[in-house]
């Protein structure tokens, strides 16, 4: 009797473990199921532009591991003859996830923007278009990723009609773009209608060696949109009012405190608002027009007429105690040596402290069309003088015109050009600013032309110089030019050696 006990107790032992490995089966099935499952969602979320935006060899490795997932992965229920071991499946999905996880944005001698639109129609984008929704991604030299989401628009007036658009990112929250600041709103300057892409670049370190309150940084960077390389752009910071950037109080006293206002001869904007007296006009760009309200206005008009009159009078106490003289001077002085043809039209900027009751001039902007890029057949003959290197051209323009007749204003030009004279004769010194600056990014500048296709000798817009042939050739030119320039304002304002 015991020994029968024994084999019966041994055989209900033997009953429950199979028992248990059936249930265990079912459970083994279904956990396959949704690893077969998680496989396909993976395999479903594949990257937009994958082959565009990263490696090849991290691209090799995901298409290998897209290669192993089963065809019919998808359909498997754990009724299915065929599913596969779970182990199996498992290291499948780890395959994937490690594939995923391992690809690599293109990165190597220099910062890169990734940029996907949400509709991906980035490379049709008008200026009229507006913003459209956006996945911005920020691939430095040394492999650090910001990937962020925000909006980007085509910006500019004659330079969003170019075939190489300038866009503006707006963040959705703020970021520190390759170490220039937190801030939501950046620009990618196209150096459409420059041959050299150098322009912009010289004269903002100009303005930072003159100690201008508020000068754009700004870093080469190379772009793809939705897929697409554009090619070597410059990433900087716009005009804007904001704390570390043009720090002015546009909002106390009901916003009648501080302003901006731009020079804007002829061009019509909507929702603009405008300044006039004779033959002057500005823009008010800060309080927002949008939202400017007639208290607003009725505030800056009297202050706008009251400093046009001043400057006009010619006195020098009154003028020095309305204006920061030493602004005017050093804003007048980069737009005289780049002979900036912008400097009576628009891009430029005069802003008011209200708690000093004083205007200062800046900051500046926009140089593609400086430097003798100029076509000298422009529409308007009083133009075409900033194609050479001889005469002056700012000393003529809007409120330069009165202040350059007074001594003791262009007495204090000559003494900031004199001190910074080893600045400006480095820009074109051989391993100067131009030769350095080329250096440090010949191999985006080449992809610029030869990956992305622009013609350094094509003209892309009416007042810009006919290019030479070559880069090589336009850098040159550019060279020559600033020395010319240099010389001959130097002999002009007698501070030859």
């Not at 019966?8 to 459970?27: K, N, Y």
């Not at 459209?132 to 989401?149: F, H, M, Y």
Request: aromatic share 12%.
């Amino acid at each position: 009797m015991k020994k029968t006990r024994i084999i019966m107790s041994a055989a209900i032992v033997v009953a429950a473990m199979l028992a248990l490995v059936g249930c265990r089966s079912q459970q083994d099935k279904a956990l396959a199921v949704e690893t077969a499952a998680k496989i396909v969602s993976l395999s479903d979320t594949v990257p937009q532009y994958c082959t565009a935006y990263f490696t090849e060899e991290s691209v090799a490795a995901l298409d290998k591991s897209l290669a192993a997932v089963p065809e019919h992965a998808a359909e498997w229920t754990v009724d299915s003859k065929d599913l596969p071991e779970t182990a199996t499946l498992q290291e499948i999905y780890r395959n994937l996830q490690a594939a995923f996880d391992g690809l690599t944005y293109r990165h190597g001698n220099c910062d890169r923007f990734f940029i996907n639109t949400e509709n991906g129609n980035g490379n049709e984008l008008m200026k009229d278009d507006g913003y459209v929704n956006a996945q911005v991604v920020l691939v430095s030299a040394s492999g650090e990723i910001l990937d962020e989401s925000g909006r980007i628009k085509v910006r500019g007036n004659s330079t969003a009609k170019g075939d190489k658009k300038p866009f503006k990112i707006k963040y959705d929250s703020k970021q520190d773009v390759l170490e220039m600041g937190a801030f939501k709103n950046w620009v990618l300057l196209a150096n459409c209608y420059d041959p050299t892409m150098l322009r912009n670049h010289i004269m903002f370190g100009l303005s930072r060696q003159l100690g201008l309150a508020y000068v754009p940084q700004d870093k080469f960077v190379e772009l793809w949109l939705d897929g697409v390389f554009k090619g070597c752009y410059e990433v900087t910071e716009p005009i804007e009012v904001k704390k570390n950037r043009l720090n002015l109080d546009v909002e106390r006293n009901s916003g009648c405190q501080d302003f901006l206002i731009e020079v804007e001869a002829e061009r019509e904007e909507e929702d603009a608002k405008y300044l006039y007296y004779g033959d002057l006009r500005f823009s008010i760009k800060e309080p927002d027009p949008e939202t400017l309200t007639d208290a607003q206005f009725e505030y800056i008009a009297p202050l706008f007429v009251n400093w046009i009159e001043t400057v006009q009078s010619g006195s020098q106490d009154k003028i020095t105690e309305l204006i920061d003289v030493e602004s005017f001077a050093k804003m007048y002085m980069i737009n005289e040596y780049s002979k900036n043809v912008d400097t009576g039209y628009s891009s430029a900027f005069f802003y008011y402290n209200a708690d000093e009751g004083r205007f200062y001039a800046g900051p500046p902007w926009d140089f593609d069309l400086t430097l003798g890029n100029l076509d000298i057949n422009v529409e308007q003959e009083k133009y075409a003088v900033c194609l050479e290197p001889e005469g002056t051209f700012a000393a003529d323009q809007q409120l330069y015109a009165y202040l350059c007749k007074q001594t003791w204003f262009m007495n204090e030009v000559k003494r900031i050009y004199a001190e910074n004279r080893d600045y400006i004769k480095n820009i074109y010194a051989p391993g100067g600013l131009i030769d350095s600056t080329i250096k440090e990014n010949e191999e985006m500048f080449t992809r610029n032309r030869t990956e992305a296709d622009w013609d350094p000798g094509a003209k892309q817009h009416g007042g810009m110089r006919i290019p030479d042939a070559t880069y090589e050739e336009n850098v040159e030119y550019l060279r020559q030019w600033c020395q010319a320039r240099d010389e001959w304002l130097t002999n002009y304002w007698g501070l030859a050696e």
